[in-house]
């Protein structure tokens, strides 16, 4: 099936302008576009799902994967959960808020699926789960973990590991289930140098929606 480009305002009616709470967020007011292979909206629930390379963009949020489900309620919020093909991983792309004269900084991340809570302003990486922080272009910090929660008003999140059943580690989360970290000094530190991707890490960058997928460096 030919791809169609669908402005979510013609398709059901979610492009209204939402975030009114966190007005400052250029992005929250932004119409919600995508780009699938097929579309199923449910006009009563207000509910659509997009299926076959996805690709939403909403500002400068970016969502790619194989199905994207989006809700709308009552208030006007929207919220978005993009699941991938199997044994591939959803991406995930946000530019943040900086102050006039500092470095530009992105937040990336994948998992097998992400949730978008448009009211909170909160992302979800579920299923080997990774989050990425990039200032001036540069990896600034890493995190993996079965579950990592962001919250992109206060920029604090949260990281998971997977356990089994009996509680021990599981093999499915980077080495024995635990959460990792890399975390570079703040700009200014006496010292501080970008940290170097360690051999094997294989980290990148998508700045740009035509660059390089995330899901194909599985």
């Known amino acids: 099936m030919k791809k169609t480009l669908i402005p979510l305002a013609l398709a059901c009616a979610l492009a209204a302008a939402t975030g009114i709470v966190h ?8 119409p919600m576009n995508i780009e699938a292979d097929a579309l199923r909206h449910d006009e009563l629930q207000q509910t659509s799902v997009f299926t076959g390379n996805v690709v939403m963009t909403k500002g400068s949020i ?9 809700r709308q309620d009552a208030e006007g919020y929207q919220y978005g959960v993009i699941k991938a093909e199997a044994g591939k991983r959803a991406f995930f792309r946000q530019k943040r808020d900086t102050v006039a004269g500092q470095p530009e900084e992105f937040i990336e991340g ?15 990486f579920i299923r080997r789960g990774e989050m ?32 089994t059943s009996g509680g021990l580690p599981s093999s499915s989360v980077g080495q024995g289930g635990r959460v990792r970290a890399i975390m ?8 501080a140098q970008p940290k170097p991707a360690t051999p094997g890490t294989q980290l990148r960058q998508s700045m740009t929606l035509g660059g390089e997928k995330a899901d194909e460096k599985k």
């Open 23 to 30: 007005a400052e967020k250029a992005d929250s007011a932004k």
């Open 62 to 70: 970016v969502l790619r994967g194989a199905q994207l489900d989006v």
């Open 110 to 124: 994948e998992g097998e699926v992400i949730e978008y809570d448009g009211k909170a302003d909160i992302v979800k």
């Open 132 to 163: 990425r922080r990039y200032r001036g272009g540069q990896l600034s910090d890493q995190v993996t973990g079965s579950i990592i929660v962001y919250n992109n008003i206060t920029d604090v999140y949260t990281v998971d590991g997977q356990k």
């Open 184 to 191: 570079a000094p703040k700009d200014g530190t006496p010292g």
